[in-house]
């Protein structure tokens, strides 16, 4: 492929608020835009993460759409300042370029000088990310005895993270800083403590909450893991937790004012260890598809939700069903149940299924896009096996040429040496670069795969879901299904499967099993 058809996807990330005000977001942007232009590669877009960091690829919108327009091949390079751009944990950075390498994406550092289109690259590669590990790990390591220390004094070391309190930091001097409590946020505590202490559960007092309109320290709804952190919190009676060196939990007084009464704080504890006793009957059913299914309003994984009935001859039934696990954690101020029946849910995506693998055009779009994407990586690396072939006809050419001159007399002795050593030299680059595109071509099949490998392959995967016990079924499923996308009306018979790696992501459309029967 040359220069003109060449697109590359430029990323930029500053990972704190005086970063993104500054000067840095642009540098970087400039520095990569510097480079395209005389590489003469057109740019697809530029990817900004501002004021996020890079020890994980969570939250990163930017990196994600980056990553999701690398598997739709809208571009042929990847373009950052430095790898700890894209992230500094090293598995994340050896996961990404793992992605861009399936499709053909190169990834250019233009600090470190690194192509990972080549071995010593990818090794580069390696080195410089274990080095930037390393050094994070160290560096969590020092703040992490610099914490320990602290919280043996009783000193805050929970900054702005704990409802109640504020962390105030001395522009000049760091002793001098110091925590405060804030008025409307203790409030909203104590009541927590107390509508817990007067029988409240977590889901009652969450939804209490959230219609109120109250947020977490973050600014995000309550749930009951939240409210459950802030009941067992020991800071509200002035106390501060901490891990010792032995893994052990220890808890001292700190510098700083309760919130909650002891009192409170002891009924409170007391009551939650009644209540967590176990459940006298647990719902042993199975739910295969808790996590695939979509809710239509948020988006978020639904759950399992059971409810028990009783019928008018005392008969005692349950009945079950996926809801949206948002509002079971937050409440209805967070959104809506969405129940969806298990037994036609799991019914519909079982036929749905069964089908899909046995369809005949499934076979023929897997065949189709497996061979497509095997040919797209390996055309480029046929294409440059070519132009080194050529050119090493050409240097062959060159050095019979340079013994011609000799023995007639154009040029001498040192001269010839001279060229034949050069034309050596440029010949054994060639070689190596032609191992090098060998070895990497070596893991793609050299023959187009033939439909019958994949109808066999369907076939078992059929066989195995049909006799499978509802735990495997449910391993199953994740194997195959990436997402069901439920639509609005909640009708379960108008969702989108869409499909995992296994089966290249393809989308599987719903089908109409008595029209399909009667075809």
Known sequence: MNHEQQLAALYIRVSTEEQVEGFSLEA????????????????????????????????RTALR????????????????????????????LLHIVE???????????????????TPMGKFALQMAGSVAEHERRQIAQNVRHSMQRRSKLGRWNSGNQVLGYRWITHPDDPRLSHVEIVPE?????????????????????????????????????????????ILANVNYIGKISYTDENG??????????????????????????????????????????AGLLKCPTCGSSMTLCHVPRKRKSG???????YICCRYNSGGSAVCLPNHIRAEEAEAWV????????????????????????RDKKLMPIRQRLLQIDTLLASLKG????????????HINASELRKRLDEIRSESALLEEEREQLNRSGAGQPVHSIPAPSIRQSLNNFRSLLRNASPEKQKELYRSLIDKIVVPHDRDITKSSIQGTAALLNLEIPPINIGRDKQA
């Open 99 to 117: 992605l861009l390498d399936m499709h053909s994406i190169a990834l250019r550092s233009l600090t470190e000088e690194l192509q990972t289109d």
């Open 398 to 409: 060159r050095s019979l040429r340079c013994y011609e001159l000799f023995e007639d007399s």
């Open 248 to 289: 052990n939990r220890e808890i001292v007084d700190g510098e700083h004012e309760s919130i909650v009464s002891t009192e409170l704080w002891e009924q409170v504890q007391r009551q939650i260890v009644e209540r967590s006793h176990q459940p006298t009957k647990r719902v042993t059913r199975s739910f295969p598809l």
């Open 350 to 373: 079982e036929s749905q299924v069964r089908h899909f693998i046995s369809h005949p055009s499934v076979i023929e779009r897997l065949v189709a896009e497996i061979n497509c994407r």
């Open 28 to 59: 970087q942007r400039a520095a990569l835009l510097d480079y395209c232009r005389k590489a003469r590669v057109d740019v697809h877009k530029v990817y900004v993460d501002a004021g996020r960091s890079g020890k994980s690829i969570d939250g």
């Open 185 to 229: 946020e203790a409030e909203r505590v104590v009541s927590i403590f107390e509508m817990y202490s007067s029988g409240l559960g977590l889901k009652a007092i969450v939804n209490r909450l959230n219609v109120k309109g109250h947020r977490t320290k973050r600014g995000k709804a309550f749930h009951s893991t939240s409210v459950r952190s």
């Open 315 to 321: 008969k005692h039934t349950e009945s079950f069903y």
């Open 65 to 92: 759409e980056l990553l999701e327009d690398a598997r739709s091949g809208r571009f042929q390079q990847v373009v950052c300042l430095r790898l700890n751009r894209l992230s500094r944990n090293l598995v994340d």
